[in-house]
């Protein structure tokens, strides 16, 4: 079956400018975690939506970060004014209701220059 | 507050050889702990989980993995490695509240030489 997809795959931006990533989960999969990987910092947790609301957004490094989930499913993270630091990889990944584990998307490679 | 250790940042073996990726975990209460791979340029791969029951776990690409309670471990093992099985490892645990968001290591590259 179809797994969790995530566009663009690569994005290149300037400076300053605003990002919009794209996460697809698994159809059916209530919760939906966006993880940002980066070499500095390891994996680290951004924001968990529990169907369209976000319970836990501790993980959001700075008001600059945004992310919606609509209908219960796709979800986008949204980066203003993009600074340096924000270049990683960021993953999303969805999970069923339970206990089941995390299943993760490709992830987008975001380079600010 | 939950979180794991892998202490190895690589961990090299030749083909053929058994192979330990090691984890260590803290937690308050009952843990849940979840090995991933990640092969280049791809997403995170679940490979197995401890939730409750059996101690040794078996998991995808005969993978396993041994929980022990009292050194607080969970390291990863398979018998008989591949070259193929060269990527990155990561041990998780759940936290322990009802978002259930994953706390992961740093990551051990595993190496495996022909």
């Known amino acids: 079956g179809a797994g969790v997809s995530q566009s663009p795959s690569n994005k290149v931006t300037e400076k300053g400018k605003d990002v919009e990533l794209r996460c697809d989960p698994i159809?059916?999969?209530?919760?939906l975690y966006w993880y940002r990987q980066s070499l500095g910092q390891g994996l680290e947790f951004l924001i968990y939506?529990?169907?369209?609301?976000?319970?836990?957004k501790s993980g959001l490094p700075s008001d600059r970060f945004s992310a919606e989930r609509t209908g219960g499913s796709v979800s986008t993270l949204t980066i203003q004014r993009t600074q340096q630091e924000d270049s990683a990889v960021y993953l999303c990944?969805?999970?069923?209701?339970?206990?089941?584990?995390?299943?993760f998307g490709p992830g987008t490679r975001l380079t600010v220059t | 507050a939950q979180s794991v250790a892998q202490p190895e940042d690589q961990v090299n073996v030749a083909e053929g050889n058994p192979l330990t990726v090691k984890c260590t975990y803290s937690?308050?209460?009952?843990?849940?702990l979840f090995w991933y791979v990640q092969y280049p340029n791809r997403g995170l791969q679940f490979l197995l989980k401890?939730?409750?029951?059996?101690?040794l776990v078996k998991g995808s690409y005969g993978f396993e993995a041994e929980f022990n309670k009292s050194q607080t471990s969970f390291h990863l093992k398979k018998p008989s490695a591949l070259v193929s099985d060269s990527a990155l490892y990561f041990c998780?645990?759940?936290?322990?509240?009802?978002?259930?968001?994953?706390?992961f290591g740093t990551g051990t590259r595993l190496l495996v030489s022909p």
């Open positions: 159809s059916g999969h209530t919760a």
């Open positions: 998780a645990v759940r936290v322990n509240t009802g978002f259930q968001k994953l706390v």
């Open positions: 937690v308050s209460g009952n843990p849940y």
């Open positions: 939506f529990q169907g369209n609301s976000a319970p836990d």
């Open positions: 401890y939730i409750t029951g059996d101690n």
């Open positions: 990944a969805s999970r069923r209701q339970g206990l089941g584990e995390q299943y």
